[in-house]
């Protein structure tokens, strides 16, 4: 595609609700990011995807949290039981660059999925 | 971890001014870049600058990676510059900082 896509765009969870959140990557990009961004704040690490292995998942902030991308190319961020400090923007990013050497080149963002938990 | 400081907080100027933005470390980092989240939230990046000077039309980027921090000048600033500009810079992961944002009024 064009860019990378995120869905939905707005998502309202009450609290204890399971959401799903997906990305699409730029076609072709092997590298996969997720990053959490609060308000105010500047965008947070979660997790990172090579194809369809997932090699770091230490931003994760608990084990609510799970990313997963089966086929190496679309990824679902899953927050099970949401909590109220789960609100925030999800934002995902892909590079046709391995590892940290996509930090080598430009990392290309989604729009972002803005999460407010009630 | 390495200590990011994005300066100023919040900046408000008139359509047509110049501006600077900083970004100090408290040490060496890699790979910095600059992004710009404009009000619809989507992150753009502006410059992959790990050290030097580049320039993209309006828009410049200089790092000293010896002292430790990386300026973003915006001249002939123009409304659609509002939003808020990070650096980020590699560490295990792309480690961003807090921002500034950047209201330009006309």
């Known amino acids: 595609g064009a860019g990378v896509s995120q869905s939905p765009r707005y998502k309202v969870a009450k609290r204890g609700q399971d959401v799903a959140l997906r990305c699409d990557p730029i076609?072709?990009?092997?590298?996969l990011f997720w990053y959490q961004q609060a308000l105010g704040q500047g965008p947070e690490f979660l997790t990172y995807?090579?194809?369809?292995?997932?090699?770091?998942k230490s931003g994760l902030p608990s084990d609510r949290f799970f990313a997963e991308r089966p086929e190496g190319s679309v990824s679902t961020l899953k927050i099970q039981r949401t909590q109220q400090e789960d609100s925030a923007v999800y934002l995902c990013a892909s590079s046709f660059r391995l590892g940290s050497s996509s930090y080598n080149s430009p990392l290309h963002f989604g729009n972002g999925t803005r999460l407010t938990v009630t | 971890g390495i200590q990011v400081e994005q300066s100023p907080p919040d900046l408000i100027l008139q359509e047509g001014a110049n501006s600077t933005l900083r970004c100090n470390f408290s040490?060496?980092?890699?790979?910095l870049q600059w992004f710009h989240q404009n009000p619809w939230g989507q992150l753009i990046n502006l410059f992959y600058i790990p050290s030097g000077t580049k320039q993209n039309g309006r828009l410049s980027a200089t790092t000293v990676a010896t002292e430790r921090y990386s300026l973003l000048y915006i001249s002939s600033s123009q409304t659609t510059d509002s939003g808020v500009y990070f650096c980020?810079?590699?560490?295990?992961?792309?480690?961003f900082g807090k921002g500034t944002t950047l209201s330009v009024s006309s």
């Open positions: 076609s072709g990009h092997v590298s």
């Open positions: 040490d060496s980092v890699n790979n």
């Open positions: 995807f090579q194809n369809e292995a997932q090699l770091d």
């Open positions: 980020a810079f590699a560490g295990t992961a792309l480690i």
